[in-house]
């Protein structure tokens, strides 16, 4: 179990929402009122988002996408009011790999006990790693240079690595790539091999492959060593021995279709999914977001819709959803292709929403930091109508 | 040496110390675009990534042009620039 950051009076919850058309900051003391900042790189892309607070003052890093001028990773160390972009670009494909760098579709920070290191999962299919906080990247060439790799097929979003899961007591990563699958090391990313026994490819013919699923999000068991949960391209999975069998544990859930899944911070067995209605609708199940927990690792699960829409035909995206750290009550967070953004503060039983008509929700992060005012230009949030 | 006159667009002003406008000065006697943007990304790295991935490929949705004239339409980066004709870098119109 994991020791959680200490939530006082002088701590409050800092909210990071990456969109289509730039990044929204969003802070709340109680996690149902939120003041949320004017959008920091309006128009770009911001499909990657986190919150480092290993060092105390939290550190935020986007992976930002410019249509016209290419994909970078900045930081920030004040929240905002001034960002880094590294002059030569954090993340630089080596010119031997032939590869150039499309879009930055993760970013993780590792465990404290690794400070200054943060991984990235990128496009094409790759896996970065920073020792210096996320200012500059290293190609990881163990998973670059796998026999397997160029075999990898694009999902429908793109060659993408898009998670990245180290285990924070031990040497082990586990990865997720579309349309390759999980692989997992044991040796902190020196060595790969493939970890899909057991999760469904229906979309291949023939016998169940040893790669190419297309896993959509992994997420590992906070106290229970080397078990982890899984939302497939259609399946929802948990293995008990890192990744070398999966199990199905859809049973309970309206649809086995979805890209999230998030695991509590400190207590094993908990997480929770969104379901959707297979790949060929790609909605909430029966157009009703719900997020359903459960408390016994897979085996069950309660649908939490207190809060959330009765009709909605929007997708919540891979990246889009996020706990907090909070050591009263985990916080549970999404974000929709329709721009809205709800909050729980009580584990995901009832939602409020933190801000509506964004841009698409793209990455969603969260994290207990020290109170702060967000920069100027923030303004508390107020829904805008027409005067009538 | 070879003095071109290159036209940066607003956007990306930022990353050449607010420039609008840059004088580069290639060594030898001709300039192709490529050498032109060789200098360019020697002198403001973040702004020469802006323009070209690691691949050194212009960006998709990124244009140059020599005179009225885009590279794409001509021998790419491998298109001359001739003495007293400014190279122009616009973005395209494309998003939503």
Known sequence: ?388 | MAEVLVDIPQVLAPSVDGARELRVEVPGGGAAVREVLDVLARDHPRFGRKIRNELGEVRRYANVFVGQDNIRDLAGQDTPVPDGVRVMIMQSVAGG
């Open chain 1, 1 to 388: 179990m994991s020791t959680p950051e200490t939530a006082t009076a002088d701590t409050m919850v800092l909210l990071a929402i990456g969109t289509k058309k730039g990044l929204f900051l969003a802070a709340s003391e109680d996690r149902v009122n939120w003041t949320l900042s004017d959008p920091h790189f309006l128009i770009l892309e911001a499909s990657s988002v986190a919150i480092d607070t290993r060092n105390g003052a939290p550190r935020v890093l986007a992976g930002l996408l410019d249509w016209h001028w290419g994909p970078t990773v900045v930081t920030s160390d004040d929240l905002g009011a001034t960002w880094s972009d590294p002059e030569q670009g954090a993340i630089k494909f080596p010119e031997d790999t032939g590869a150039a760098l499309e879009r930055v579709w993760h970013l993780r920070p590792d465990a404290a006990s690794r400070p200054g290191v943060v991984w990235a999962g990128a496009e094409p299919h790759s896996l970065w790693r920073s020792e210096d906080g996320g200012s500059t990247f290293e190609l990881n060439r163990g998973l670059w240079d796998h026999p397997q790799r160029k075999s990898w097929q694009p999902g429908g979003g793109g060659p993408c690595l898009h998670t990245v899961d180290p285990d924070p007591d031990s040497e082990q990563i586990h990865i997720a790539a579309s349309a390759a699958g999980v692989y997992r090391s044991d040796d902190g990313g020196a060595t790969w091999e493939a970890a899909n026994r057991g999760i469904s490819a229906g979309f291949l013919p023939g016998e169940e492959p040893e790669y190419g699923q297309c896993v959509h999000r992994i997420a590992r068991d906070a106290e229970q060593p080397g078990r982890l949960y899984a939302q497939n391209h259609g399946g929802v999975y948990r293995s008990d021995d890192a990744g070398r069998k999966w199990v199905s544990i859809a049973d309970g859930l309206p649809g086995d279709f979805g890209f999230t899944f998030l695991t509590h911070p400190r207590i094993g067995g908990t997480g929770w999914v969104i379901p959707m209605i297979a790949d060929i609708e790609r909605i909430p199940s029966g157009a009703r977001v719900s997020v359903y927990k459960t408390a016994d690792g897979g085996d069950t699960w309660t649908e939490n819709h207190t809060g959330l829409p009765d009709q909605d035909f929007n997708t919540i995206l891979r990246d889009a959803s996020a706990v907090d750290d909070h050591p009263d009550s985990t916080g549970v967070y999404f974000g929709t292709r329709a721009g809205e953004v709800y909050a729980s503060a009580d584990e995901g039983a009832t939602f409020t929403q933190v801000a509506q008509r964004l841009p698409d929700v793209l990455s969603v992060r969260a994290a207990v930091v020290p109170k702060t005012d967000l920069p100027q230009g923030s303004e508390q949030y107020v829904p805008q109508f027409p005067e009538e």
